[in-house]
């Protein structure tokens, strides 16, 4: 797929989308933020990327479980691929080598096959690494690529293959991590005693039910009384909130199309409820089509909001990229941030790595071997060369990455809700 016709789909898709309506240490973020700002400064200083390399590239692949008839895409994560590849290409290429990425999507169609296929696309083009998937509904995708050796990085962490198998490297908390901020918000911020979970009704979303309920009763709360199951695809919030009566926190994983129409329908049936978002189904989409109703709504985030002055150095960046590829609309938005902080840890496990090659075996070892990055203050620290520690590790061991953010809706857009620390998730 050439580059010019990604960037047709990604405006496409765009397009389609809003006509549907549809911590660290001191010293580590230092070495981050240097890390960073030595980036920005070559970006300004260097020639194109296309110029410097010669023609040079290599592939880097995201599988997207993007599907018209249910109205689910992902334009964010499209933007944050382009404005990724643009950042990294007028940096010297990949690892500062002088060689292009050439970034690529694979569309999934939340069917099992196609996903397969897309994987076996991935390993038959020589693709260096996968960045940014989000697949939800079937796990045919991952395997192919764990037999293949192919690096998996920053994956929607929905499936077990995600959080389990050695390719695998999040650079989120995943939707386990989401569970358990989404409940400490509902309970202590929040001070719900009567909490629901609405939740999409497949097997993986369904099994983060026990993780919520477990972070609510580690908060001292009640577990969760009631969870109201949403059917993939619906897009009536009407005939889901109807089923919010009793509560008076709701929290939620739903997929992106869902989160505007729950939101306008909780208004306009006077739910009194108070409603918590995560970033798999709450972002600019859904700000554009709630208007006021959104205002006030508390999301738990994977990364820090645009506004936080923790993450300017990565913003800065990240913002420049964006506005060069026209994205800046999907900058809060986390699929797209997770999309460039991927593309971002794989640049940097390359130059930190000078002797690993740039093949699968060598992204696979220098990921393995990525410690001190937390993209210019945007994600937690991220440290994928010792085990992780925390308390659900030996459940999750490829989730490195236990922290995360809070934000709010206010005047139309997620700012930074609290002094703007990584919120360690125990």
Known sequence: MTRQWWKFLAALFAVLLIAAACGSDDDTTDEADASASEASDSASASETGDESAGGETVKVFSILDENEAQGQFFPDARAGLEAAEKFINDNGGIGGRGVMIDLEVCVGEIDPNVNAECAREVVDSGALAVVGSAICTNDTAYPILTENNVANIGPVTCLPSTFSTPNSFPTNA????????????????????????????????????????????????????????????????????????????????????????VINSAAQQGIEAQLVFGPTNFSSRALTNTGDNAEGIITARWYAAPDNPNAAEGYGIYREALEATGGLEFLADEFGTTAFVGVWALDQALRDCADCELTREGALEAMNQLSGFNAGGIAPNIDFSTPPTHSLAEMFPRLHVWGGFTGVVEGGEVVTFGDGAVVELG
Request: aromatic fraction near 4%; glycine fraction near 12%.
């Open 174 to 261: 995943g939707i386990q991590g989401l569970a358990t901020l989404e409940a400490s918000i509902g309970c202590t911020v929040l001070g719900g005693e009567t909490i629901y979970l609405s939740l999409v009704a497949n097997d993986s979303i369904l099994a983060t039910a026990p993780g919520f309920d477990a972070a609510l009763e580690a908060n001292g709360c009640e577990p969760s009384a009631r969870i109201v199951e949403v059917t993939q695809g619906t897009l009536d919030g009407g005939q889901v909130v109807a089923q919010y009566a009793g509560a008076d926190v709701v929290l939620h994983l739903l997929s992106p199309p869902m989160a505007p129409s």
